[in-house]
Structure formats: structure tokens, C-alpha cells
């Protein structure tokens, strides 16, 4: 018997708390239907949605910054006198000045290949004025064309390059155009060096 009491009372307080959980779960959902709640709700979760957007953007764009800024900076690899860098524009021209600007960048960098080489002179003035027993390293600085060029934009924009440090010369240190040059200057050339490649109307030897 008094089991039986038991069970109708077990089986009225489940009954009583299910009816209560749903009346409460009714309650809320009559709530969130009110327009007042949703947009309460939207309003908190815009702004948690643009915080996070926010965050993300600021951790991106610090990041982009620092890798554009890197990107970005360029630093001239050659701090230049005027008299040397003078003398390297119009070397560039005067060897070049048909040529594009890579066949132009190239000569500029042999230039500098030479005053980074321990077995020329440190200065670009020196080197494109070398003269070994009576012969000119460079022949436009004994023939006129050094001292009569006059030096284009696409020259001192071939220059600039080289000043930042681009290198497309693998290292070259002569050069000669070989339609141009005398038969006893080509055998050495031939004899004694390497040639890397040919560019334009030059040829690249180490």
C-alpha cells in the first residue's frame, strides 16, 4: 500500500517539474519573440562580432605593415661620392648608351664588381680611370665619348639600380663588344678569361 503512494508521488513530482521546466522554457521563448529582446540581443552581438572583426583586422594589418615596411625599405648597398658616382654614370653611358637598361645595369655592376675585387682600385672614379702599362681599362675615358655624353634618365635609372644592390652580372668583371674590338684584344679576352654570357651587343667574362 504504501508503496503504492510512493510511486503516484514519484509520478506526480515528475510531472510537476516537467510542466514547470516547460512553462519556463515558454516563457523565454515568448520573451526572445519580443522585438525589444532581439534587438537587445542583436545590438550585443553586432558589437562582439565588430570587436572580434576589429581585433583581427589590427593583429593583421600590424603584421602587414611590418612586412610591407620590410618589403618596402629599400637602402642604397653604395654610399657613393659625387665625383664616383659621376663617373659611373657616365662610364654606363658611354659604353652602353644603346643598349636597355639591363644591358646598362650590367656594365655598372662590373664597375662595381671591380671596386669590391682586391685585385683593382676601391673607388669607382679609380677604376673607370684605370690604365695599365699605357692601356685604358675603360677606351671611351681616352677617346671623348667619356667626357662628351650626356647622361639619359634610363642611364641614372640603370645606376640607381645598381646602387641598391641588383646584380645580374654572376659576377663579372670584363666585358667587350666583340664586333667592335681589335682582334689582339679579343684572343686575351678569349685566352685568359671566362666568358659567362653574352647581353645586347657585350659579352661577360670573369
Known amino acids: 500500500m504504501?508503496?503504492?503512494?510512493?510511486?503516484v508521488f514519484f509520478l506526480?513530482?515528475?510531472m510537476f517539474g516537467a510542466s514547470w521546466v516547460c512553462a519556463r522554457e515558454l516563457k523565454i521563448n515568448r520573451i526572445a519573440a519580443k522585438p525589444a529582446f532581439q534587438i537587445e540581443y542583436l545590438d550585443e552581438s553586432m558589437e562582439e562580432d565588430k570587436h572580434s572583426f576589429m581585433e583581427m583586422?589590427?593583429?593583421v594589418s600590424s603584421g602587414q605593415r611590418v612586412v610591407d615596411y620590410e618589403i618596402l625599405k629599400k637602402t642604397k648597398q653604395y654610399q657613393l661620392s659625387d665625383k664616383d658616382e659621376e663617373a659611373l654614370m657616365r662610364i654606363v653611358e658611354a659604353e652602353a648608351g644603346g643598349e636597355d637598361q639591363d644591358g646598362k645595369l650590367l656594365v655598372a655592376n662590373v664597375v662595381l664588381n671591380r671596386v669590391n675585387n682586391e685585385n683593382f682600385p676601391d673607388t669607382v672614379w679609380e677604376v673607370v680611370m684605370q690604365n695599365e702599362q699605357g692601356i685604358a681599362q675603360f677606351s671611351p675615358t681616352v677617346d671623348g665619348r667619356y667626357q662628351r655624353v650626356k647622361v639619359s634618365e634610363d642611364t641614372r635609372a640603370a645606376v640607381e639600380r645598381?646602387?641598391?644592390?641588383?646584380?645580374?652580372s654572376q659576377g663579372a668583371l670584363?666585358?667587350?663588344?666583340?664586333?667592335?674590338?681589335?682582334?689582339?684584344?679579343?684572343?686575351?679576352?678569349?685566352?685568359?678569361?671566362?666568358?659567362l654570357f653574352a647581353y645586347g651587343s657585350h659579352e661577360f667574362f670573369q
Open 57 to 59: 583586422i589590427t593583429s
Open 2 to 7: 504504501y508503496r503504492k503512494y510512493i510511486t
Open 174 to 195: 670584363y666585358f667587350c663588344a666583340r664586333q667592335k674590338a681589335d682582334s689582339e684584344k679579343l684572343q686575351w679576352f678569349d685566352r685568359k678569361l671566362t666568358r
Open 12 to 14: 506526480a513530482s515528475m
Open 162 to 168: 645598381a646602387l641598391y644592390g641588383e646584380d645580374i
